[in-house]
C-alpha cells in the first residue's frame, strides 16, 4: 500500500509538473524573443536537416536580420494587403476568415485555411511543417503568447524578418538583395507586393521568374495596398 502511495504521488506531481513546466517554458520563449532578435526558426532548421539528410552538406540558408526601421513600410502593407488586412483589429484569429475558409473547403473549393500572420508566425518560429492536431493546437498556445506579450509593431517586424521568400532565402533583407539588388528599405510597392505573392507557397512560386499566378497576385496586392491607404494603414497599430 505504501509503494502504491508513493506511485500515486509522484505520478500526481508529474501531471501537475509538466504542464505547468510547459507553460513557463514556452512563456519565457516568447518573452524572450519580445526583445532579443531570433537567430533562426523552427521552419530555417528544419530545412537545413532536410538538405543534411540528403546529402547536402554545402547547403546554406540567406538570412540577415534587419529592423523594422531598416525595411521599406511597404513590405509589412503588403504582407498584411496579402496574407490578413484585419491585422490591426484582431488579437491573433480572424474567426470570420476561419469560418469563411471552412464553409468553402466544406463546398470543394481550394481556398486558404485563414490563418493570421500572427499563426503564421507562431509557427514557423517555433513549429514545423504539416498538418496535425497536435500542431495546431500548440501554434493556437503560441499565438496566445505572441498577441499577448507581444506589440503588433513587433510581430510584424519578426515575421517579414523570418518568412522564406524562395528556398532557403529567409527575411526582407535577402529576399531584396538576392531579387532586386538592393536593401529591404529601398524596396517599392511593387516589389514588396511580388515578395508577398509567393508567401502561399515560396518553393512553388518564385519571385524571379514570376509566372502568370504570381503577376497577377501581385497586381491584385498593389490594388488592395492602395485601397487600405498606403503605409499609413498600420500607424495606428505599428508604429
Known amino acids: 500500500m505504501a509503494r502504491r502511495g508513493a506511485f500515486r504521488n509522484r505520478l500526481k506531481r508529474l501531471l501537475i509538473g509538466l504542464p505547468l513546466a510547459f507553460v513557463l517554458l514556452t512563456t519565457a520563449q516568447v518573452l524572450v524573443l519580445k526583445w532579443v532578435d531570433p537567430v533562426g526558426s523552427s521552419f530555417m532548421a528544419g530545412r537545413m536537416l532536410d538538405a543534411w539528410l540528403d546529402g547536402d552538406w554545402r547547403y546554406r540558408l540567406d538570412y540577415r536580420w534587419r529592423d523594422d526601421d531598416a525595411i521599406s513600410r511597404q513590405l509589412p502593407l503588403a504582407v498584411v494587403a496579402a496574407e490578413d488586412q484585419r491585422f490591426p483589429e484582431h488579437h491573433g ?68 524578418n523570418v518568412v522564406e521568400f524562395g528556398d532557403g532565402v529567409y527575411g526582407a533583407e535577402a529576399a531584396a538583395r538576392r531579387y532586386y539588388g538592393i536593401s529591404a528599405k529601398k524596396l517599392a510597392p511593387a516589389q514588396a507586393a511580388r515578395l508577398a505573392a509567393v508567401l502561399p507557397n515560396p518553393k512553388k512560386y518564385s519571385v524571379a521568374k514570376p509566372g502568370p499566378y504570381v503577376q497577377r497576385r501581385s497586381r491584385g496586392i498593389q490594388r488592395q495596398m492602395q485601397r487600405l491607404g498606403g503605409p499609413s494603414y498600420l500607424d495606428g497599430c505599428c508604429r
Open 93 to 160: 484569429f480572424d474567426i470570420a476568415a476561419m469560418k469563411k475558409a471552412y464553409a468553402g473547403n466544406q463546398r470543394g473549393r481550394k481556398i486558404r485555411g485563414g490563418s493570421t500572420i500572427s499563426q503564421q508566425l507562431a509557427k514557423n518560429l517555433f513549429l514545423w511543417s504539416g498538418r496535425s492536431y497536435v500542431r495546431k493546437g500548440l501554434e493556437a498556445w503560441y499565438t496566445l503568447l505572441i498577441e499577448t506579450f507581444w506589440s503588433k509593431r513587433r510581430i510584424l517586424e519578426v515575421y517579414v
